[in-house]
């Protein structure tokens, strides 16, 4: 880690200063698993660290029947995956929390920390490739190590996003309210994450002087049931090799309303409208779920050696949405 | 091999989409300015001081609760907990073993809930209650949780040990009844290489069913 | 010369006994190489090549060493020097403080001229590929011709191909490779080592430094695993010793992850195509065999075809050389590899002719005591559950997760190396010191050595203190082959026989009776016909001298002069059983049952935790652990320890550890290396059975098995 100076703010607005201030060599720190490895590696030497920590009140999960849920940035991945109602109401987003990591990383990452993440790619995460993503003229996974690369949305650059709370959110149609020196916005989350066609160098639209303060969860609709599901190599702490996050509105038997998003598999948490639509209005059976999964990677484009994410994606939507409506498989 | 004509190189912009930066907002463009200015930070790190308040850098002092005791150290804002430990306060039971977040060998307890020591920063410790292996107990004096891992040969080599020790008796003082799948759980953010996970596991329920009796 | 007593007449060997440095170890207190801290310490790190093929054009070290902090900057390459692999060692800085040393090998300024590289063997292969050695990349193989094997092709009723590959492992010992050295003065050097062989590292250190080797004084009280990795004092032993010599200071010195992963060895890859050939009979009568392995700069051959009797052999064996880090010694070299690529074509052989693989095998090993165990395995595993077809039966059912059965078999030959020298010293407080150099790698050595002289002196453990892992005592192996318990357990047993034979005689005239009618056990000094006439143990210690008694013993056991103490040459066998999800090609190793002979087992305790162990390690090289190189950039894409896949906790089995030994052995052994060998194969053969998915490949990755599942579909459509 290159030495810096290091920024304890008393509330956001001196959080937001700071970040201004300091412009593109400051960075902004939560739990630090993320950015603390990025310092490591030195793929960021920032000269100022900005601590969000030192900012009160951004660690509450307060939770509301009509508006429903306001998540701190600062609440850790522990206090979701504990919360009674979030497991009770919002399962998606229980499920992927618990999916994160290890429980010492769940225990100190926040969830303001996970969506902001940057991506594991490991050409972005070694030092001496210049790639794409870091003022480089290629991204390395094209003709390189492409295993965990992205079949969908990709170019050009290949990275998939790395969260797993992203998705869930995004299937239960969150936002995230966000701080910056012209005052406060809501963005759904639909809206903000960015594809590397749009804008190679960073993965959502936040600003380098602004801060995501909170995430928030609508009431689901009645009769609505989510879950995220995660397939990795290994369960011991692992990156989903494919994930789908499926959120269903059910009347009676069939699917009123529905969205299914999907991680590792593309630069973005990736909604499939296609998946979506097969889903609408039909009941759920193993058959319809097998359709939506291959609806979910229609479009999909492997590289030489990510080949297998096509039927793994598949079989995952398929999975998910089974286990959302608790059909057997 | 790498592309040489890539010298290494800051992004454009960094976090800023080419768009927005063109569109000038807020305080990008000045601030590299300041910091471009940044020369006094020799002066600055010869004193020593205190790290609390807004800015630290250079050397700082933090005070940190660890088993019980405060302790002192100099260090810098980029010093991670572990290296504090280790290197400072000569608190060698947590290791370092990947240094990254990923292996769990450097595992403390911070305020009643495990964490990687080695990413985590010390000044960030600060006003927290910390606890390592050597808080749990001694070799005169074992914790039920260490006296079942040396019981039950829960370790081999011994250096990812202490890790496992720290989860385990996290998740006894949360859960004392737990079942072989959460022992498993608990002990999912920490890597053995010899390869005595079984009998981890078996320590652990051990130990939870001698506290119970105790 | 008494041997090893019976075990019914055992007190200590043989009973599950903890380890003696477990308190240490569970409460953080032993200290490791990496965890000695001394007055006035510095701290140091080595700058590396990041390219896999370059010639340095300059080095400018002016601004690393005017920074703060810094006290050393040694430069080891030279302006000319080829870097060939990326992770070379360019030279090393010591400082004050962790983080500055890093900020000065960072300050040193290298240019580089990169030259083309290759990182794939089977690129490497290729004519007019980028050369790693002058002599090109593809030494002379090894061919090899017994019996007539045409023939017995041309006669065959079956006959099945395929060819085979393990990837490259690392072998991510959790404490990384180092040292912390401390110069007493000019010519005299002390350094805790994280080594396997304190020896070694004390000839290498006294040979660089023109020093007498016993004014290096190693010491290794615990380490971090090394698993073959670490022998000698290597690049940054002796550069921590020469950083400390230029500081005038304590130096530190370990391996970050990413120098672990990428310069301090793996397990070479290896890739093999087999052609078997049966006759009705279901024994096979023919093997043809061409393979090569990939060990970097390095070079490693592994055995084939392998512990099976297969008639006329063709074989034909190549070494491929490319621009990546060497590989070392790694838990049965050679060995997990032979055993993959031979296990799979047995199985695809039995598949072939459409017979019991078991059947197969049994038909066609010549080893008796393996014949044993492969039945006895079967027993314990439930084989009779076996589908009968790969992935078809009443165990693999129809559904989404499929179960299946597989085995492998394993030989492993070292015994003891000649020349350990034990100390045993009984003092007149009644409590005895066991003394040799030999270094426990947490096998424990430590243990066993204390209970070997309890044992002997009919004393309680507790009345043993054990000093070991230092140079300066008598001389012990290095740890490897599994050759540390059969070289060092003689040596303490003949040690502790001599200081008991010592005490009888100084106990003998107060009896009242001639030594040789004496022996002690159970904390007393008795006569053999007569136990009446006897004083306590502690009692007869008092009439010790001040010094206490001595007793020395020697192990100089040679495979042509073999000592009825140890024994060469163990088999084992393996079963798993394994769950196949055939809609997202994971795989879960539900059990694995080893079958170990380990000869006279000293500690039970400690031999299950070894089998167990290397269980574990099989499970990964089975479905996890690849050292990815990328051939684009030369460099290892997951040179840390999330990328580079460990089994973790959530990955394990049932484990059943049987020791099954020889019903003639007299002598112990080692078990480090021989149950690693067959996990992977079995669990291989587990997975075809279960799903009939025929994955060739190690790791099998969730991309391999759903492909190799896309493939079994087609094959039964077609």
Redesign the interface.
């Known amino acids: 880690?290159?030495?810096?100076?290091?920024?304890?703010?008393?509330d956001v607005k001196?959080a937001i200063?700071a970040l201004?201030?300091?412009?593109?060599?400051?960075k902004l720190?939560a739990g630090?698993?993320d950015l603390?490895?990025e310092?490591?590696e030195?793929i960021?030497t920032p000269?100022?660290?900005v601590?969000l920590?030192s900012v009160p009140g951004l660690n509450k999960i307060e939770s509301d029947a009509k508006s429903g849920l306001r998540i701190g940035a600062l609440v850790t991945l522990?206090d979701l995956v504990e919360n009674p109602i979030i497991r009770q109401k919002y399962s998606a987003l229980s499920d992927a929390a618990l999916s994160v990591?290890?429980?010492?990383?769940r225990?100190?990452g926040t969830i303001g920390g996970n969506l902001c993440q940057r991506p594991?790619c490991?050409?972005y995460r070694?030092e001496?490739?210049?790639c794409l993503?870091?003022?480089?003229?290629?991204c390395?996974a094209i003709?390189?190590?492409n295993?965990y690369h992205a079949i969908l949305g990709g170019g050009p650059s290949f990275i998939v996003h790395p969260s797993d709370c992203a998705p869930a959110l995004m299937a239960l149609g969150a936002s995230v309210e966000i701080a910056?020196?012209k005052g406060t916005r809501v963005v759904p989350l639909d809206k903000f994450f960015?594809l590397p066609a749009?804008?190679i160098?960073?993965e959502n639209v936040?600003?380098?002087?602004e801060v995501v303060t909170h995430v928030i969860v609508p009431v689901p609709a009645a009769g609505s049931k989510s879950h995220y599901m995660k397939?990795r190599?290994?369960?011991?702490?692992?990156w989903a090799?494919a994930g789908a996050a499926v959120s269903l509105v059910m009347a009676g038997n069939t699917v009123k309303d529905c969205r299914v998003v999907l991680s590792g598999v593309a630069p973005i948490p990736w909604r499939s409208k296609e998946a979506e639509n097969v889903l609408k209005g039909r009941a759920i059976t193993a058959e319809v779920a097998a359709q939506a999964g291959a609806a979910a990677v229609a479009k999909a484009k492997p590289m030489a050696?990510?080949?297998?994410k096509v039927?793994?994606t598949q079989?995952?939507v398929?999975?998910a949405v089974l286990h959302a409506a608790g059909v057997a498989? | 091999m790498?592309?040489e004509k890539?010298?290494?190189?800051?992004?454009?912009?960094?976090?800023?989409?080419?768009r927005?930066f063109l569109k000038g907002?807020?305080?990008?463009?000045?601030?590299?300015a300041?910091?471009a200015t940044?020369a006094e930070e020799n002066a600055e790190a010869a004193k020593v001081m205190p790290a609390l308040?807004?800015?630290?850098?250079g050397t700082v002092r933090v005070s940190l609760n660890i088993n019980g005791e405060v302790k002192t150290a100099e260090v810098?804002?980029?010093t991670?907990l572990l290296n504090t430990l280790r290197d400072h306060l000569d608190l060698t039971g947590a290791k370092k073993i990947c240094?990254?977040?990923?292996c769990?060998g450097c595992?403390v307890i911070?305020d009643g809930?495990?964490?990687?020591s080695c990413?985590?920063?010390a000044?960030?410790a600060q006003g927290k209650k910390i606890t390592t292996v050597e808080g749990l107990g001694s070799p005169e004096h074992m914790s039920p949780v260490q006296e079942a891992f040396v019981e039950h040969d829960a370790l081999m080599c011994g250096f990812c040990t202490p890790g496992f020790v720290v989860?385990c008796s996290a998740l006894l003082a949360k859960n004392p009844n737990p079942s072989l799948q959460q022992v498993k759980?608990?002990c999912?953010?920490?890597?053995c290489r010899c390869g005595t996970y079984p009998r981890v596991f078996e320590a652990c329920l051990a130990a939870a069913k001698k506290m119970k009796g105790a | 010369m008494p041997g090893w007593k019976k075990r019914s007449e055992m007190r200590i060997l043989g009973k599950d006994t903890p380890r003696l440095d477990g308190p240490i170890k569970a409460t953080g207190r032993a200290k490791y190489a990496y965890d000695i801290n001394l007055p006035g310490l510095l701290q140091s790190r080595i700058l590396r090549s990041?390219h896999a093929n370059a010639i340095i054009e300059s080095i400018d070290v002016i601004a690393a060493r005017s920074m703060p902090g810094v006290k050393a900057v040694i430069i080891t390459a030279n302006a000319g020097d080829e870097m060939k692999f990326?992770g070379q060692e360019v030279g090393a800085v010591a400082a004050t403080t962790m983080?500055r040393a890093?900020?000065a090998i960072?300050a040193i300024k290298v240019k580089y001229r990169v030259q083309p590289h290759v990182v794939w063997p089977e690129l490497a292969m290729k004519p007019g590929a980028p050369k790693v050695h002058n002599d090109g990349n593809v030494p002379k193989p090894n061919k090899r011709e017994t019996g007539d094997v045409d023939a017995a092709f041309s006669k065959a009723k079956f006959t099945s191909k395929g060819t085979y590959t393990v990837a490259v492992r690392t072998h991510a010992s959790l404490e990384t490779h180092g040292v912390t050295c401390r110069w007493d003065d000019d010519t005299h050097l002390t350094c805790w080592a994280s080594t396997q062989g304190v020896f070694s590292v004390r000839d290498e250190l006294a040979g660089t430094f023109k020093l007498k080797p016993e004014d290096v004084h190693v010491i290794t009280e615990v380490m971090g695993g090394g698993f073959g990795s670490k022998f000698g004092a290597g690049y940054e032993g002796v550069m921590c010793a020469r950083l400390a010599k230029e500081a005038k200071a304590p130096v530190k010195l370990l391996l970050t992850r990413e120098e672990e992963q990428l310069a301090v060895g793996n397990a070479p890859s290896a890739s093999a195509t087999y052609t078997l050939a049966a006759n009705e009979e279901g024994k096979i009568i023919a093997c043809d065999v061409k393979g090569y392995s990939c060990g970097g700069i390095a070079r490693e051959n592994f055995p084939m075809p392998f512990i099976y009797d297969v008639g006329a052999v063709r074989s034909e064996q190549g070494v491929v050389f490319t621009n990546t880090g060497g590989s070392r010694a790694w838990r049965a070299p050679g060995h997990t590899q032979a055993s993959f690529l031979m296990e799979a074509a047995m199985d695809d052989l039995a598949t072939e002719m459409g017979i019991d693989p078991l059947e197969l095998r049994l038909k066609n090993d010549k080893h008796p005591l393996r014949q044993a165990q492969f039945k006895e395995g079967a027993r314990l595993i439930g084989w009779e559950r076996r589908n009968p077809k790969p992935g078809l039966g009443a165990l693999a059912g129809a559904g989404?997760f499929r179960r299946g059965l597989g085995c492998g078999g394993a030989i492993w030959y070292p015994g003891g190396q000649g020349g350990s020298q034990c100390k045993v010293t009984i003092n007149r407080q009644g409590e005895a010191l066991v003394e040799i150099g030999v270094q426990d790698i947490g096998t424990g050595t430590r243990t066993i050595c204390a209970m070997i002289v309890a044992e002997e002196l009919g004393i309680p453990l507790s009345k043993v203190k054990t000093n070991i892992g230092k140079s300066t005592l008598g001389y012990g192996v290095a740890s490897g082959g599994s050759v540390t318990t059969p070289s060092t357990a003689p040596a303490v047993k003949r040690a502790a026989e001599s200081a008991k034979a010592a005490l009888l005689a100084l106990a003998a005239p107060k009896i009242g009776a001639n030594t040789d009618e004496l022996d002690a056990d159970d904390g007393k000094v008795f006569v053999k016909s007569d136990r009446s006439k006897s004083m306590s143990f502690a009692d007869a210690c008092k009439l010790a001298p001040t010094g206490g008694i001595v007793g020395n013993g020697r192990f100089e056991g040679t495979p042509q002069r073999p000592d009825p103490l140890q024994q060469a040459g163990v088999a084992g066998a393996q079963f798993a059983e394994v769950e196949v999800d055939t809609?997202?090609?994971?795989v879960n190793v539900i059990k694995v049952v080893a079958l170990q002979d380990a000869g006279i087992i000293l500690n039970p305790l400690t031999f299950t935790s070894q089998v167990n162990g290397a269980v574990i390690q099989g499970i990964g090289m089975a479905?996890?652990e690849d050292r990815?190189m990328?051939?684009?950039?030369g460099?290892m894409?997951?040179a840390n320890l999330?990328?580079y896949?460990l089994?973790?906790?959530?990955?394990m089995p049932e484990f059943v550890s049987i020791p099954f030994e020889n019903p003639t052995a007299t002598g112990v052994t080692g078990v480090g290396e021989p149950p690693v060998i067959p996990t992977a194969a079995a669990i291989r053969n587990a997975v075809l059975n279960a799903s009939g998915a025929r994955v060739n490949e190690a790791p099998m990755?969730?991309?391999l098995i759903?492909?190799a599942l896309?493939e079994a579909r087609r094959r039964a459509n077609a």
């Open positions: 880690m290159k030495a810096f100076e290091y920024v304890n703010p008393a001196g200063s201004t201030a300091g412009g593109r060599d400051a720190l630090g698993i603390l490895g310092l490591k030195y960021r000269d100022v660290v601590n920590k522990t990591g290890t429980p010492q990383i225990n100190v594991r490991w050409y070694d001496e490739v210049v993503k870091k003022g480089g003229n290629k390395y003709e390189g190590e295993q910056g020196p960015v749009d804008n160098f960073n936040l600003l380098s002087n397939i190599h290994k369960e011991s702490f692992d090799l050696k990510n080949q297998y039927p793994l079989n995952t398929k999975l498989a | 790498i592309d890539q010298v290494r190189h800051r992004p454009p912009e960094d976090g800023v989409s080419r927005d907002v807020g305080g990008s463009i000045t601030a590299t300041v910091l940044g308040g807004q800015r630290l850098k810098e804002p980029r991670t240094d990254r977040g990923s769990g595992t911070v809930r495990t964490a990687y990413m985590m920063l000044v960030d989860s759980a608990a999912s953010g920490n890597i | 990041p990326a983080e890093e900020d960072r989404r809609e997202t090609g994971r479905l996890y990815h990328c051939q684009l950039t460099r894409v997951n999330e990328e896949k089994p973790g906790p959530m990955e990755t969730p991309a759903l492909g896309a």
